[in-house]
């Protein structure tokens, strides 16, 4: 019964991607290709070693001095790419896109795609976006609004487009933080021009437009791809509106949020359920059915910063604020709550949450809602470290504003 039951689910597996070719950008394989790796979702499908981390830590691969960013670290056929900056005087300096080895860590090469931007407040200069891995080239923004394509290989520009030149658009305050999209032959971000181009879908072999749609100024959140009601759907949470696009770029549905701004991208919740969170307002849970969407629970329980939340089994994981928590995805109700761990970040992997504090420290727990239970931590990396974690082959890959280091758990 189990060997058939097998081929099943490997015929139904095989069904699915020959019926899906929105998703033909997103290697299925466990990587971590994009902004919170595989579906956007923060979690890995990769079967996570079962290890006493008492007894035998996680091995330092290698640990590397980088220039100030908070782009996370995405790797593909052996290769590492993050963005990061370095500057000349206290105003001045650029941004790059860089390749490094997997295994090492050594630079394979950098291509410089603007100045750096400077943060006002002191959180740390520097990109803000996580660049998105193609078939050939690489995706990203910079802090001030270029949005760039470079050759994998070599790190050769392709393309750029200036949100700021070509839309007016206005740079946030903390930058420009979005993460691109890759859908087909489509690259997806929220532009921020309140001219009806606020979210806009380019070519991405050349940078040209393929579709613009919607209002909004620039924000922090990023788009998400999730098949909702059946349908395959672009989300954007901007300012107050939730709103739904098709791959073509059809106005399915919008929104109107109870809380303001969100920063932490929209979680997925299975069929037709959303979960937005932001400081402001709290969260908010919608159900969309024949493109209308409609509340189904709003709370305070969960109020997510920069650290988007993971959906494991019924439950969200996530910071509220600046503490680790567990609530129910159904009523909201917090079944634990953890402290000391700072505005951290956090991934799922397996069945089991990787947490990383905002000093270092890389924490294993149980994804279960009845009981918090630590299975163990080590101190990763020191300083500010408000980038989540990457995992891929066994790996795990962490940052901090100026520093990058590669675990392997065994």
Sequence with gaps: MKGIYKHLCLYALLIFTLISPVFSQIDNSGSWTQFRGQFRSGISNEIL???DWSKSEPKLLWKKEIGSGFSELIISDGVVYTMFSEQTDSITGLEYIAAYYENTGNELWRSKVDSVFIEIDG???????????????????????KLSANSKKDGKLIWQVDFVKEFGSTVPRWGYSSSPLLI?????????????????????????????????????????????????????ANGRTLSSYTPKGDTLWTFKMPLATPTAIPVHLGSNKLFVSALRGGFVITKTENNKTTEVLKGNSMKND????????????????????????????????????GKGSLILVDDMLLVLSDQGKLVLIDAKPDVFNEKGSIQTISGKSWTAPSFYKGKVFVRNLTEMACFKIK
């Design 49 to 51: 070693p079962q290890m």
């Design 123 to 145: 959180w740390g200069n520097g990109p803000r976006s996580t660049p998105t891995i193609g078939e050939n080239f690489i995706y990203s923004l910079s802090g001030y609004g």
């Design 306 to 341: 920069f650290s988007s939340s993971c959906y494991y089994d019924g439950h969200l994981y996530g910071f509220h604020v600046a503490a680790l928590r567990c609530i129910s995805a159904e009523t909201g109700e917090v079944k634990w709550t953890k402290r000391g761990y």
């Design 184 to 236: 087909d032959n489509m690259l997806i971000i929220e532009v921020g021009d309140t001219n009806s181009r606020a979210f806009t879908a380019f070519n991405k072999n050349n940078g040209k437009l393929i579709w613009t749609k919607g209002k909004g100024e620039a924000s922090y959140s990023s788009p998400l791809l999730a098949t909702i009601d059946g349908q395959k759907q672009i989300i954007f």
